[in-house]
């Protein structure tokens, strides 16, 4: 039994969907998480920016006695995830091979889509890791630049013409191509769920990816007996930018009311 908090962050909000994951899939654990309100989204920096920007959000959450990080990014997870495990003892897990894990039980024609940021696109991780696991798999990446801002601002919801527009844009190409399974690639995307399988229609199985981490997390911490059995799990949430505004959006992402204010630090000095 380990009843040490892990530790969870991602680019911004988008996070927060893994953190509701986890704490369906393991009531009993304590979650600190870091969302990096100020300098959302990373989809469009260089790859020396993310790794930057990912070991500040790293060495933030290392102030804390963890037992694990879940890497709810999935630009990080691209781009700077073997750099990041190599340069810490902590158990972690990114959000791509968990992912691809579930994509690949869930196909049916092996014709995968992916739509992320455009640094996860670009990376071509996804791509590989599927390719991997079955050499047969025809993957179709699209870059979706405008959703994580949109999400960001609470632009979510059937009947808000605006996502609906950037959505059916974005998605057609990969219904074109007669994907029977979507990867949402970016913990943001979950919250579009809804507006994404109108559009895909309901033979195309969306992968939520922050879930597929979180149960592959609650997995590693069974095998290594760090599972927090007897404790009641908390979450504390600290973000870079103004907390109020965190706040405000965050129980959408949730499900639930927050228990304690999101408090703000200053990213930069770590």
């Known amino acids: 039994m380990d009843e040490r908090p892990i530790g969870v962050f991602d680019s911004g909000l988008g996070g927060l969907t893994a953190i509701k994951a986890l704490r369906q899939l393991m009531p009993e654990e304590s979650l600190i998480y870091f969302g990096d309100t ?83 696109v670009r990376s071509g991780v996804y791509e590989k890791t599927l390719k991997q696991m079955d050499p047969e798999m025809e993957v179709f990446g699209k870059a979706c630049p405008l959703f994580v801002p949109l999400v960001e601002n609470g632009r979510i919801h059937r009947g808000d013409v605006v996502i609906e527009t950037v959505a059916r844009e974005y998605l057609q190409e990969l219904k074109d191509e007669g994907i029977d399974t979507l990867i949402l690639g970016c913990t943001h995307f979950p919250l579009l769920k809804d507006i994404i399988g109108d559009i895909m229609g309901p033979r195309v199985t969306l992968i939520d990816s922050g879930e597929a981490a979180a149960e592959e997390l609650k997995q590693l911490l069974e095998e290594c007996f760090m599972l927090a059995e007897d404790a009641e799990g908390d979450a504390q949430f600290y973000v870079s930018d103004q907390a109020a505004d965190f706040e405000q959006i965050a129980e959408v992402f949730l499900g639930e009311g927050m228990t304690h204010a999101a408090r703000r630090i200053d990213i930069g000095q770590y």
């Open 38 to 120: 100020a300098r959302v989204p990373y989809g469009g920096r260089s790859p020396e920016t993310i790794l930057k920007f990912a070991r500040q959000d790293l060495h933030f959450l290392q102030t804390f006695d963890l037992k694990a990080v879940l890497v709810a990014c999935g630009t990080v997870t691209t781009t700077s995830l073997p750099i990041l495990a190599r340069e810490t003892n902590l158990p972690m897990i990114g959000v791509v091979e968990p992912s691809c894990k579930r994509a690949m039980a869930a196909t049916r024609n092996k014709r995968i889509g992916l739509i992320a940021t455009r640094a996860s």
